[in-house]
């Protein structure tokens, strides 16, 4: 209930004749900014209280007793408090200094209640599923952008991590992040977990050798040691593998990590890793190419890769098949530049403050087709706009930050709702 009670108080919901517990009138000029961090729950509010204007902060509770179930009493971050927000005001509070809080009651009406209970008790994956259709294109169009943002920042918590672990090495990143984008979703932990167990630096002194790149993913993948082969590559890699391991004194992974299950034999992790081993071996410097072209059907073509020659007649070691060109599908190839190469330009770009390159990130997913997902799916069902993997990449945030948790009092669909 605390968190209705932050949304009125936000969006100045709560009822005009606001009174102190003591019958004194309030002008609410401010309400201040939203705190997410420890302290009170909204900074900077100016509010009038009889004739007096306060500056200061506001903190919300259900019920007034909870500001000492809260500790507050002996805190000095709450001694800033000019007004105590309550729905029920069942007690007196003090700050740390013993100084009484001015208090005030706020109902919450009753349709935004109604509303509240309705979508956070749904039993649907998207409460608010018969409401959306009803959006203006206006306001729907404004929050899909909107979460196209949020999802290229969230991602950037991910990269800001991986650039402190390898000291503001972009190129070391993106490595990372390719690899795991060539996990495909099954097997992106895993894929990623090789990349990291496999530095970067040891693969260049490699670069012009094929095989001892395949050597390296492979045997730190654990499959040279796993997997059972009575050909001639297997043994080959098995040896350069040995050779390398000593060399830089790697540790491989257990290759149960790699999953097959219900995968097509294209998308085997074998095939996946001897794809990943050509790019690195065809393009040397993939971040430093990727910033500095502009042009996404170049860019496409720098990933068209295919694997080498031993892939083309297996799907895994020691099995022949028919012969098979293995290269990236152009659903894949969407896959890695919507995951891989969209997100590192437009955090690089706001990292260097270039909004070139952010508004370059943007535009490559508006120029791709929507990924096809249950999520993606989904949505389209509702009429919403699937016209581009920005699209598509807008539902998957709204889905997955908004939706799962219900968090529907922050998105602007529930917003419509809720004061409809």
Known sequence: MEDILHYIWKFRLFQKDLKTTDGQPIEVIDVGLPNTNEGPDFFNAKIKIGDKLWAGNVEIHKNADEWKKHNHHNNKNYNSVILHVVEKANCDVYNELGQAVIQCEIACPAHIKENYEFLIHSNTDIPCANYIGSMSSFHMNSWMNSLLIERMERKSNHIQELLTRFGNSWEDVFYVLLSRNFGFGLNSDSFERLALSLPLKYIRKQADNLVQIEALLFGQSGMLDSLKADDDYFSLLQKEYAFLKNKYDLKPLESYIFKNLRTRPTAFPQIRIAQLAALLHSSHGLFSKTVANEDLGRIRLMFHINASEYWQTHYSFGISSERKSKYLGDASLDIILINTVAPILFIYGKSTDSEMLCERALSFLEAMKPEQNSITKRFSKLKMPLNNAADSQ?????????????????????HQLLTS
């Open 394 to 414: 807008a539902m998957i945030q709204l889905k997955r930050e908004y939706c799962e948790p219900r968090k529907c009092l922050f998105c602007r669909i529930g």
